[in-house]
């Protein structure tokens, strides 16, 4: 790793400002990008240096990339929906494109990518690892995980061409922090407390890989000390259904969700209509075809390559859990 700070893209989002935590523990001084950097000066400090870019503007990429001595790029839209979907093309593929080209010009290396596990697609009836095929031809249920497919297909062939290439694949991600789009799991816990969670789809029988959001962050600086170029890695936690995680969250204190099905054509169609209400100037839809799409299926994961090349093991989701509910206590949206 060349001298110089690391450049952090998306260090202001749910998983960015554990990264950014985690290259300061390290001691690793930190070049934040941020299109505004007066709204998020709650960040900077000893070792952070805020700068103005924007990852759709490749000029003020060149410019960030100028002396860093690697780069982070963990900036994405992350969301289930969006009014104007081109956004997931512009930030998550071109976004991509142009962070990346930027870096090899400007000799910024390793260039460490923070992918999905939701590239690797579903694990029906399996665990997956890092070695699944990433394919374009498959099903996608949202633009989010179409276009972060696209962007790690892009990422592979720039590698290709001499790009030092290093790609991570947080799971789903849960924990203390903003109540964001990426925070899927939090919004559901704040869903059953409201009561407005009064099932679960296929009674929440399907397995996720659930990941402490923390211990993703300490992940990623990990593999940008010790990845070698070409190497990927799932930064996953354990693997659990949705039931299972929910009766440890009620065992624990926190909210109950009814032991009932959830039918999958029941949440599509109220996606379709929440979706359709949305694009009239109605809120954000609670839920969208894609997400009742995503929850038909398993998105379990093995972490074990992580876990022996970079000395990282996430929590157990017994202490996930416990730091999760904690955290909702002390910002008062749960008892």
Same mark, same amino acid.
């Given at each position: 790793?060349?001298?110089?700070?690391?450049?952090?893209?998306?260090?202001t989002?749910?998983?960015?400002r554990w990264?950014?935590?985690?290259l300061?523990?390290?001691?690793?001084?930190?070049?934040?990008?941020?299109?505004?950097?007066?709204a998020?000066?709650d960040l900077?400090?000893?070792?952070?240096?805020?700068v103005?870019?924007?990852?759709?503007d490749r000029?003020?990429?060149d410019?960030v990339?100028?002396?860093?001595?690697?780069?982070v790029?963990?900036?994405a839209?992350?969301?289930?929906?969006?009014?104007?979907?081109?956004?997931?093309e512009?930030v998550?593929?071109?976004?991509?494109?142009?962070c990346?080209?930027a870096a090899?010009e400007a000799g910024?290396?390793?260039f460490?990518?923070?992918?999905?596990?939701f590239?690797l697609?579903p694990?029906?009836?399996?665990?997956?690892?890092?070695t699944l095929?990433?394919?374009?031809?498959?099903e996608f249920?949202?633009?989010?995980?179409?276009t972060?497919t696209?962007?790690?297909?892009e990422?592979?062939?720039?590698a290709?061409r001499?790009l030092p290439?290093?790609?991570?694949?947080p799971?789903?991600?849960?924990?203390?922090?903003?109540?964001?789009q990426?925070?899927l799991v939090?919004?559901?816990v704040?869903e059953?407390?409201?009561?407005r969670?009064?099932g679960?789809?296929?009674?929440?029988?399907r397995?996720w890989?659930?990941?402490p959001?923390?211990?993703?962050?300490?992940?990623?600086?990990?593999a940008?000390?010790s990845?070698r170029?070409?190497?990927r890695?799932?930064l996953g936690?354990?693997?659990a259904?949705?039931?299972?995680?929910?009766?440890?969250v009620? %065992?624990? =204190?926190?909210p109950?969700? !009814?032991d009932r099905?959830?039918?999958? *054509?029941? &949440?599509?169609a109220a996606g @379709?209509? /929440?979706?359709?209400?949305a694009?009239?100037?109605?809120?954000?839809?609670r839920?969208?075809?894609?997400?009742?799409g995503?929850?038909r299926?398993d998105?379990?994961?093995?972490?074990?390559?992580a876990?022996r %090349?970079? =000395?990282w093991?996430a929590? !157990?989701l017994?202490?996930?859990?416990? *730091?999760? &509910?904690a955290?909702?206590? @002390?910002? /008062?949206?749960?008892?």
């Amino acid at each position: 790793m060349a001298e110089g700070p690391i450049l952090l893209t998306g260090g202001t989002g749910y998983l960015g400002r554990w990264i950014l935590r985690a290259l300061r523990a390290a001691g690793r001084e930190v070049r934040l990008l941020a299109r505004d950097p007066a709204a998020w000066a709650d960040l900077a400090g000893p070792g952070v240096e805020i700068v103005r870019g924007d990852v759709t503007d490749r000029a003020s990429l060149d410019a960030v990339c100028r002396g860093a001595g690697a780069v982070v790029h963990a900036a994405a839209t992350v969301s289930a929906w969006e009014k104007d979907p081109s956004v997931f093309e512009r930030v998550n593929v071109q976004g991509l494109r142009s962070c990346a080209l930027a870096a090899r010009e400007a000799g910024a290396a390793p260039f460490l990518f923070v992918s999905s596990v939701f590239v690797l697609g579903p694990t029906d009836g399996i665990t997956g690892d890092e070695t699944l095929p990433v394919s374009p031809d498959r099903e996608f249920h949202t633009e989010y995980e179409r276009t972060k497919t696209l962007a790690e297909l892009e990422a592979r062939e720039l590698a290709e061409r001499g790009l030092p290439l290093v790609t991570v694949y947080p799971g789903i991600l849960y924990g203390p922090g903003p109540l964001k789009q990426s925070n899927l799991v939090t919004g559901l816990v704040l869903e059953a407390a409201a009561g407005r969670l009064r099932g679960l789809p296929a009674r929440g029988a399907r397995r996720w890989c659930f990941t402490p959001v923390e211990d993703a962050g300490e992940g990623v600086a990990r593999a940008l000390a010790s990845g070698r170029p070409g190497d990927r890695f799932v930064l996953g936690g354990d693997n659990a259904t949705l039931r299972e995680f929910f009766d440890l969250v009620a %065992a624990k =204190g926190g909210p109950s969700v !009814p032991d009932r099905n959830l039918p999958h *054509a029941a &949440l599509a169609a109220a996606g @379709a209509l /929440g979706e359709f209400a949305a694009r009239l100037g109605g809120p954000r839809p609670r839920i969208t075809r894609g997400a009742a799409g995503m929850f038909r299926h398993d998105w379990a994961y093995s972490s074990r390559r992580a876990e022996r %090349a970079l =000395g990282w093991k996430a929590r !157990p989701l017994d202490r996930g859990v416990d *730091a999760l &509910l904690a955290h909702l206590r @002390a910002e /008062g949206r749960i008892p």
